[in-house]
């Protein structure tokens, strides 16, 4: 299948500090990005979604303000944890979905534990 | 709104034995996607399956093959021959044409040398 990347891996960072977290898609165009959040022992919560060149739809209770998602390109999205407080630690999935048709294939990126100090 | 129920938060198998992780969910629509994702402990998840709702037939995927029952929205997972590296948390999900996934809470697969 298809290949998603993710970086970093971890990232480690202090309170009031921003992070950064990349997300690509290697072989094929993303029409669509995701941005999941996944505490211990939980499931996987949607918090946005992004179009490429589009301004991201957040879910109900994502802080857009705080959580900021930029979809550059069909291959690149962005998502950027502003002035991050411990609360934020937890693990960050991306998923990419190709074409917009009635069903299209998502991909799975690894993952982005971040922990806030 | 849609929403996926997986009643088992853990189950165990003993290696080389059949396990069956259940899951129902709710939606009002008659066209849709089911899935079941495998998420060991490197937190990647990966698809063990899929199912369309329109196809009456179960899919299976080598060891891996569904129970499909849309009248009575469920939707479980059969894994037989259990091999240790089946340890993992599996999610279902529910997807609409068009929409986001629904995931369930997951269900935490033990398997017992």
């Known amino acids: 299948g298809a290949v998603v990347s993710q970086h970093p891996s971890r990232v480690i960072c202090k309170s009031g500090t921003s992070v950064k977290i990349e997300c690509r898609s290697l072989?094929?165009?993303?029409?669509?990005m995701f941005w999941y959040r996944q505490f211990p022992k939980q499931s996987l919560m949607l918090m946005a979604t992004?179009?490429?060149?589009?301004?991201?739809?957040?879910e109900q209770g994502v802080e857009k303000d705080k959580f900021l998602i930029n979809h550059a390109s069909l291959t690149l999205s962005t998502l950027t944890v502003t002035s991050a407080h411990p609360e934020d630690s937890s693990f960050y999935i991306c998923?990419?979905?190709?074409?917009?048709?009635?069903?299209?294939?998502?991909?799975f990126g690894p993952g982005t534990r971040l922990t806030v100090l | 709104a849609q929403t996926v129920t997986q009643s088992q938060p853990e189950m165990s198998v003993q290696e080389a034995e059949t396990v069956t992780l259940s899951c129902t969910y709710d939606?009002?629509?008659?066209?849709?996607?089911l899935f079941w994702y495998k998420q060991p402990p490197s937190r990647q998840m990966i698809l063990v399956i899929r199912?369309?709702?329109?196809?009456?037939q179960n899919a299976t995927e080598n060891r891996f093959s569904v129970n499909f029952q849309k009248a009575a929205k469920s939707f479980s997972l059969k894994i037989s021959d259990s091999q240790l590296g089946d340890a993992a948390m599996y999610f279902c999900a529910y997807r609409g044409y068009g929409q986001n996934f629904v995931f369930g809470p997951g269900t935490r697969l033990s398997v017992l040398p």
């Open positions: 992004s179009n490429e060149g589009s301004k991201a739809t957040y």
């Open positions: 998923s990419a979905r190709e074409g917009t048709g009635q069903y299209n294939e998502q991909f």
């Open positions: 199912q369309e709702a329109y196809k009456q």
């Open positions: 939606t009002s629509e008659s066209d849709y996607y």
């Open positions: 072989d094929f165009q993303a029409t669509t």
